[in-house]
């Protein structure tokens, strides 16, 4: 009994870290980096977003999950929030909310730039849910041939609520052109990017350079750092929030 004591103390007393994922993922995605030493300096909490591994909601935007995400991360205190790709600005609107402990964000290749939704952006380019999980599923499984990462994340994104991800690609489209993402994000918390320049379109690139965006360069890992380098990535985090 003392020893379960101790463990739920040494929990609580850990700070808090929301894990997001990006566009049709689950925090399943994480599962890779709650093994990394990671752990033990802090409470890793892998969220699924509604439609992605939660039940969905009635409407499914940026907005909707921001407000889920931003009512979790009181319930946890959580002040961190690792945020996958899109979910950079679901977090981003997220810890705007007046009343959201967020603090500080740490993007994985978030949204910067409207070339960044090359895949939840394409959602608007068909007429319903269903026409486009199954383009969207076409195009992923011609990149899955040869590589584990991609298949991993098309089995999720077969598993989402259709409308769901029909939904926030649309809404993913229009936020990216009536604002800036990256602009978005630096105005929301502190932000910390982590990227792999190879992975990222120019103009984010450009963005990056030109912008005061503390940035972290995870060489050789995928989209899905969490995935294939949780070591590196877990190393990365600790090393930035000591800094910060």
Known sequence: MADEQSDVAFSQGRPA????????????MYSNLLKTPLANSFR???????????PALETTNLQTLACHVAEVARLEEA?????????????????????????????LEGNLTAEDAYFSGTAA???????FRTAFLARLDDMAEDDPVIARYRQKVASADARALWDLGCDARR???EEVPGDVLMASADVTYFYNPENCPQASLDRIAASRMRRVVLADASHWPSVDQPELLAREIQVSLENG
Not at 79 to 107: E, F, K, T, Y
Not at 125 to 131: E, I, K, N, S, T
């Open 17 to 28: 870290i929301l894990l997001i994922a990006g566009f049709g993922d689950t925090s399943e």
């Open 44 to 54: 890793l909490l892998p969220t699924d977003l509604p439609g992605f591994g939660a």
């Open 79 to 107: 002040r961190i929030i690792v945020a996958h790709s899109v979910a950079s600005i679901v977090a981003s609107l997220a810890a705007a909310q007046p009343d959201c402990p967020l603090r500080q964000i740490l993007s």
């Open 125 to 131: 380019d068909h007429d319903d849910p269903l026409a």
């Open 175 to 177: 936020f990216s052109n």
